[in-house]
Each structure stands twice: as structure tokens, then as C-alpha cells.
T-cell receptor, first 114, second 113 residues
Framework: DAAVTQKPRYLIKMKGQEAEMKCIPE?????VFWYQQKQSKELKFLIYFQNQQPLDQIDMVKERFSAVCPSSSLCSLGIRTCEAEDSALYLC????????????FGAGTRLSVL | QQKVQQSPESLIVPEGGMASLNCTSSDRNVDYFWWYRQHSGKSPKMLM?????GEKEEGRFTVHLNKASLHTSLHIRDSQPSDSALYLC?????????????FGLGTTLQVQP
């Protein structure tokens, strides 16, 4: 199984605070995807990196999030000002790249905004 | 509107029974389908993928794809309590396909001993 590492596993923030979570993709994987999952159901696509460059993201990420991959072995997803609706499981996934490659998911960071 | 629709929302089958899950994409650009399984408190793990019309079997799991109708189905025979999980269908495709997966809302399967 591919190993995608996410830290921290749990994050508690007050409304208005900044949050940051990190992801170490599987070694050799060039594509990194972040998803948000609420209430253990739908995975909502947030942002996609290819070779550390952001190539696709939803409007919410452009407006309130900060996401970077400063190296091939580290990516981070930040929320500039947390809101209650941001409470969710944030899942990082990586793949070797390409359209038929499987995405491998990390264990996720569970964010609670109080 | 969800681009990937799954049914049923939840399903209960007896141990040893057959579970059938459905998934349809409303996006004509979709080329590829995946089925992921997510146990409670765990991350999603890829179960099966299918890219061509027809059927694919791996052990107790069989997946079908009809590209004309953009419909895929997952069938689990001899269901076990350990199969109880959220099953997520995902699709990708189209011009400029990045490999990004669009997920459905999932089907929660419960296998009763």
C-alpha cells in the first residue's frame, strides 16, 4: 500500500484562527490532491498540484485557503480564518500522475472549529 | 447537482448475501471510474477501477461499466461483516483530464451477521 502521511491527525481551532495541516506524499508521486469530507460522506475536491504547481482549485480555496507544495516531499493546506463550516476531515492523496492512476489517501486531519 | 450519483444511499444485506451498488455520471466527458471503500474512521482505499466497457472480477467483487450510459455497478457476493463500510464511486475524464476524481455521496453498506 502507498503511504501518504498527514499531520496533525486532529486540530482544534477557534473561529477566526488560522489553521495549517501538512501532507507527505508517497515517494515518487508527482500529483497531490486535497479533499474535504464532511459527516463521513462526500469527498469534495479542493486543489490539485502537479510537480508542486497548483493546476486546479475551487473558488473557496482561492478565497480563504492557502496551499503550497514547497518540495516534492511536503505539501501544506492552510485556512486563513477558520469558520464553523470548515469543520471537516481533510484528506490528502497522491498518485504517480496520469489519468488512469489510483489516488492513495492519507489518514486525514480532522479539523474542529469552535 | 451531483455529477456522480450513487444509489442506494444505504443498503443492508445478510451475511453471505449479494450486495449491488450503482453509480451514474451526468458528465459526458467522464472516461474512467473507480470504486473506493472507506471503513468507519479510516481513509478511503481503492477497491476496483474500470476503464472499458464490460465486466471485471476480483475475488468476491465484480464491477460492470456501460460507457454509453455512463453507468457502473459494483457487486459483492458472499458479503461479510467486514464489508460493512461506505462505498464511494469516483469518476474522471474529459479534455485536460488531470486525474482529479469527482466522488459521489456514497452508499453505506451494512452486512448483518
Amino acid at each position: 500500500d502507498a503511504a501518504v502521511t498527514q499531520k496533525p491527525r486532529y486540530l482544534i481551532k477557534m473561529k477566526g484562527q488560522e489553521a495549517e495541516m501538512k501532507c507527505i506524499p508517497e515517494k515518487g508521486h508527482t500529483a497531490v490532491f486535497w479533499y474535504q469530507q464532511k459527516q463521513s460522506k462526500e469527498l469534495k475536491f479542493l486543489i490539485y498540484f502537479q510537480n508542486q504547481q497548483p493546476l486546479d482549485q475551487i473558488d473557496m480555496v482561492k478565497e480563504r485557503f492557502s496551499a503550497v507544495c514547497p518540495s516534492s516531499s511536503l505539501c501544506s493546506l492552510g485556512i486563513r480564518t477558520c469558520e464553523a463550516e470548515d469543520s471537516a476531515l481533510y484528506l490528502c492523496s497522491s498518485s504517480p500522475g496520469g489519468t488512469q492512476n489510483t489516488l492513495y489517501f492519507g489518514a486525514g486531519t480532522r479539523l474542529s472549529v469552535l | 447537482q451531483q455529477k456522480v450519483q450513487q444509489s442506494p444511499e444505504s443498503l443492508i444485506v445478510p451475511e453471505g448475501g449479494m450486495a449491488s451498488l450503482n453509480c451514474t455520471s451526468s458528465d459526458r466527458n467522464v472516461d474512467y471510474f473507480w470504486w473506493y471503500r472507506q471503513h468507519s474512521g479510516k481513509s478511503p482505499k481503492m477497491l476496483m477501477s474500470i476503464f472499458s466497457n464490460g465486466e471485471k472480477e476480483e475475488g468476491r467483487f465484480t464491477v460492470h461499466l456501460n460507457k454509453a450510459s455512463l453507468h457502473t455497478s459494483l457487486h459483492i457476493r458472499d458479503s461479510q461483516p467486514s464489508d460493512s463500510a461506505l462505498y464511494l464511486c469516483a469518476a474522471s475524464g474529459g479534455t485536460g483530464n488531470t486525474g482529479k476524481l469527482i466522488f459521489g455521496l456514497g452508499t453505506t453498506l451494512q452486512v448483518q451477521p
